[in-house]
């Protein structure tokens, strides 16, 4: 097999006002096994899958499309953009944003740069949501399915509630927790807050894109502060968060993808608690008795958060919960009744 060497083809094409002969474009099988060459030496762990992306995004095809059609020859107009898909991703920028997509909740969400791209870690915070919803309201035709099949989150608060619960996701980002909860939940009525005008853009278009929009309010503001005057006052069910909680001494050591996504999305202050603690101690003037927080964490903070719900003194049956790895991601407390 013949290898391109990209780097330097790309700069003589990108740098040339001639289109490139079809002839000397590469086929899909050259361009797989040099990008992938590229991107390793670029450090890459992911590097073959990260081509294969790349590649099926610009030919607009399944990943799998590419074993088959391995012989086809790339057109200039292909080949130009694949170049300069690979150079970015060569300077470590995150492959969602190349895409403009990542899959959250088997849901396919939209992305852009200066909004935080979602992790899978973060589906444990929908999967205790929807576990507490069927557990506070059991079979009461209210839209409220629980976990997934092989999950369980035994928490044991069966309080009566309303047939139509009120979540209230704050710091939604690209709208995947509230979206991933309107969907599972058709009853329920969500709010989504979040300070970035560019994150909401992106959440309302995913929330258009999978039929939940007329279900889910976005509101603009720091935490609280979006609710003032257009929330559903204390009567909020469940509150669910994925704040920013890595420390800001941290920020810098992190995997250069990270660095791309905006800071103020990961920084939770000297120690990552930042947030947390300003929604502990607000939480009860918008939760109703009985009601419960969620709020999404580092694997080595549950302590340290439980401490806050304790300190509060306004929550009890403080539980903490793994995501599918183990690693505890999810902090959940109930508003205490009186």
Request: proline content about 8%; overall charge neutral.
């Amino acid at each position: 097999m013949i290898r391109v060497r990209l780097p330097h083809v790309s700069e003589t094409l990108l740098g040339c006002a001639a289109p490139l002969p079809a002839r000397l474009c590469p086929t899909v099988e050259d361009c797989l096994g040099s990008g992938t060459l590229l991107l390793e030496q670029a450090g890459i762990e992911t590097a073959r899958l990260d081509a294969e992306c790349l590649l099926a995004h610009v030919l607009g095809c399944a990943r799998w499309r590419l074993v088959t059609e391995r012989r086809r020859r790339l057109t200039p107009e292909e080949f130009g953009r694949y170049l300069a898909l690979l150079q970015r991703r060569e300077l470590r920028e995150p492959l969602a944003y190349l895409l403009g997509t990542r899959e959250f909740w088997s849901l396919a969400l939209a992305v852009s740069p200066g909004v935080l791209v979602p992790r899978p870690e973060t589906e444990a915070l929908v999967e205790a949501a929807l576990a507490v919803l069927r557990d506070m309201y059991p079979a009461k035709g209210n839209g409220c399915p629980g976990p997934r099949p092989g999950y369980r989150v035994p928490l044991g608060w069966g309080a009566p509630g309303p047939d139509h619960p009120i979540v209230l996701d704050l710091c939604t980002g690209t709208g995947a927790v509230a979206i991933a909860l309107a969907r599972e939940l058709p009853g329920a009525t969500i709010f989504a807050t979040d300070i970035s005008r560019r994150a909401l853009r992106i959440a309302r278009r995913n929330a258009e894109t999978h039929s939940v929009a007329d279900r889910i309010t976005f509101l603009r503001g720091d935490l609280w502060r979006a609710l003032d005057g257009q929330g559903p006052g204390g009567q909020a069910d469940v509150v669910i968060s994925n704040p920013p909680y890595i420390p800001s001494g941290v920020i810098p050591t992190l995997m250069p993808e990270v660095q791309w996504e905006p800071r103020r999305a990961l920084d939770g202050g000297p120690d990552g608690l930042q947030f947390h603690r300003a929604i502990i101690s607000e939480a009860p003037q918008h939760l109703r008795p009985g009601g419960l927080l969620l709020l999404e964490i580092g694997a080595d903070q549950a302590e340290s958060v439980t401490r806050l719900f304790e300190e509060s003194g306004d929550f009890d049956g403080t539980r903490v919960l793994q995501d599918l790895a183990g690693r505890d991601r999810v902090v959940v407390a109930r508003r205490r009744d009186n």
